[in-house]
């Protein structure tokens, strides 16, 4: 199993930037798939960007093409979600999360194959 922990969240006006970190703990982060996600309030959780756990694979929600960038260094144990452009309709929290089904070298949208959680970090954007 893995630990998950989220930072860089917070308040930015729309146009700006933030960057969140994934943070996993133990020495098997690199053999999974991972992924971001977001729940906006009064929403359901959305899948936001997956990558492989070599990072050479990386895949996106349409809102979010061209805008968010998601990385990962497997040495720092520690995944990387780079928002630019945000938008009012970003707002929401955001998790990490661990990919515990299917071959890890693949991405995935699929929420029911992803096993491990981080607690997730607030993201808003004002107008």
């Known amino acids: 199993q893995v630990q998950l922990e989220e930072s860089g969240g917070g308040l930015v006006q729309a146009g700006g930037s933030l960057r969140l970190s994934c943070e996993a703990s133990g020495r098997t982060f690199s053999l999974y798939a991972m992924g971001w996600f977001r729940q906006a309030p009064g929403k359901g959780r959305e899948f936001v960007a997956a990558i492989s756990r070599s990072g050479i694979s990386t895949m996106y929600t349409d809102p979010v093409k061209g805008r968010f960038t998601i990385s990962r260094d497997n040495a720092k144990n520690t995944m990387y979600l780079q928002m630019n452009s945000l938008k009012p309709e970003d707002t929401a929290v955001y998790s990490c999360?661990?990919?515990?089904?299917?071959?890890?070298?693949?991405?995935?949208?699929?929420?029911?194959?992803?096993?491990?959680w981080g607690q997730g970090t607030q993201v808003t954007v004002s107008s």
């Open positions: 999360a661990a990919r515990v089904v299917g071959p890890s070298f693949l991405t995935s949208s699929i929420i029911s194959e992803y096993g491990y």
